[in-house]
């Protein structure tokens, strides 16, 4: 009777996941999808507490009481800016369970004989993921946090050496299925996939890192699925599918929308000669204008169409209220306003969408790339917030430039250009921008919020 409620319980929970995924490919439904997918959760959690397998429940509230202690301060004041690294870290604790589950399965079939071939399967697969997910993860996490150097580190056969590393994890795999009892086999995966995780991510460098970060939620995914068989536990499977399935898809989509090919991602050391501070100038000559807030300000109230290009700048400076202010003063003049959205602005997918929403204002504002960049050419101004690759025409026009391929927005094709940074900073790829010396670009320096505070003030006079 409880084993029937519970495969009940789980059943919904999955409805609701499966529905809470397709709720979030909107902007409009996104919410409603995230407060199903906790609840679904919730339903999961609750089911799994009455299982008549579980012995005693004091360890279980020590790992609730803990769990929320450290979630909850990550989850409320983690800055948005920094949420690639928190992913990353989350996912370093999903593993370790995952992994710490398949060892406890492992020593207590050891223990009590009871090892079956299928089983073994499950565990290795659940321990050689898991244990991969959470170096790869930790690192990824010091590379975001720049705890560790951003820059790929790369050495001579690093690919086949990774590649060899990761088919002896596989050897082992298959040697324990085949003689379960053989422990040395089992410690050999556990630790070759604590080994992959960190020479993996060794090579990628911190540009890629989000790509990395889907990448490895995917490998979490797999690690659950293979936990789902080992305690024949039907939420994890189709949970752990889900998630790997969904982390290889956003992989595959941040991949595209880079113009990077998945396998360049992870093979290709993008960054290494061409990141950082030495990074080429890539022939851009000229200089760049700069201009008063005052002036900038004129320029947009007398607009008849304003397309406002956010970008990560717009994210550090936390300036998504003052946008939407400036958009509300400049359509109060009739001007037509419009926001561009880049499907990698920002450092996590969505970045700009989330923002903007959090400040209210209406997705119909809101275009996507292919949607918008038609437009530009009709727009007075382009006001660019703290984007810089994004924008950059290098993209287009240089072949020898490490984002050459990448769509990017029409942003040059705007009869003005108004870009809004601190400084000459670049991008997140380390490349210069030909837009900001282009005789239609005019330079508003400073902080992106500081700066849309003086143009509101100014529009107001206008
Ligand atoms: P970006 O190329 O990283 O440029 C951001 C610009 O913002 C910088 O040039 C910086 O110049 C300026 N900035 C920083 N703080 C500012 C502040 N407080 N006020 C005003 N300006 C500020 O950003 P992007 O155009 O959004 O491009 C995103 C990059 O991240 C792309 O290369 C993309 O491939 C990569 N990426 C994104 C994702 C994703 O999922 N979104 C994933 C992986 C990689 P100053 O220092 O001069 O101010």
């Not at 911190?206 to 305690?231: I, Q």
């Not at 561009?340 to 119909?364: F, K, Q, T």
Request: charged share 15%; aromatic share 8%; net charge negative.
């Amino acid at each position: 009777m409880i084993a029937t409620g519970i495969q009940i319980a789980y059943l919904s929970s999955a409805a609701l996941f499966v529905l809470a995924l397709r709720a979030l490919g909107q902007p409009t439904t996104a919410r409603r999808g995230m407060q199903m997918a906790a609840f679904g959760m919730l339903v999961a959690v609750c089911a799994t507490l009455v299982d008549q397998r579980i012995v005693s429940y004091e360890w279980l509230i020590v790992g609730l009481v803990a769990g929320g202690l450290i979630g909850y301060p990550l989850g409320m004041w983690v800055p948005m800016t920094a949420m690639p690294q928190r992913i990353a870290f989350s996912h370093a604790f999903g593993a370790l369970a995952a992994t710490l589950v398949g060892v406890g399965e492992y020593l207590h079939g050891f223990h009590e004989e009871t090892l079956s071939h299928g089983q073994t399967v499950a565990l290795g697969f659940e321990v050689f993921f898991g244990a991969l997910t959470v170096t790869g993860s930790l690192m990824a996490f010091g590379k975001l946090q720049e705890l560790l150097p951003g820059a790929p580190i790369t050495f001579r056969g690093q690919n086949v050496f990774n590649l060899a590393l990761f088919a002896a994890g596989v050897v082992c795999l298959v040697w324990l299925v085949v003689s379960p009892y053989d422990t040395a086999f089992f410690i050999a995966i556990l630790a070759i996939g604590l080994a992959v995780g960190v020479l993996m991510v060794l090579p990628i460098g911190g540009a890629d890192m989000p790509v990395v970060v889907s990448l490895l939620n995917s490998y979490a995914g797999l690690a659950a699925v293979a936990t789902g068989f080992a305690l024949d536990n039907n939420i994890l499977i189709v949970v752990g599918a889900l998630d790997g399935a969904s982390g290889f898809i956003l992989s595959m989509a941040m991949s595209k929308a880079m113009n990077r090919s998945f396998a360049n991602v992870l093979f290709g050391a993008f960054g290494a000669e061409t990141g950082g501070a030495d990074a080429a100038q890539d022939g851009v000559a000229g200089e760049m204008m700069p201009i008063d807030a005052d002036d900038a300000a004129l320029r947009l109230a007398f607009a008849r169409r304003v397309i406002i290009v956010p970008g990560y700048g717009l994210a550090v400076a936390q300036a998504q209220h003052q946008v939407r202010e400036l958009a509300d003063l400049l359509e109060k003049r009739d001007v037509d306003v419009r926001f561009a959205i880049h499907p990698v602005a920002g450092r996590m997918p969505g970045h700009m969408n989330v923002l903007l929403a959090e400040a209210g204002i209406s997705y119909d504002k809101l275009f996507d790339m292919e949607d918008i960049n038609e437009r530009f050419s009709d727009a007075d101004v382009a006001l660019v917030i703290g984007a810089n690759d994004v924008v950059n025409p290098a993209a287009r026009t240089n072949r020898s430039s490490p984002i050459y391929g990448m769509p990017i927005l029409n942003v040059q094709d705007a009869k003005s250009v108004i870009v809004l940074k601190r400084g000459r900073g670049k991008g997140f790829s380390g490349v210069e921008n030909e837009l900001f010396v282009s005789p239609k670009t005019s330079m508003l320096f400073g902080d992106a919020k500081q700066s849309i505070n003086k143009l509101c003030a100014e529009v107001k006079q206008a």
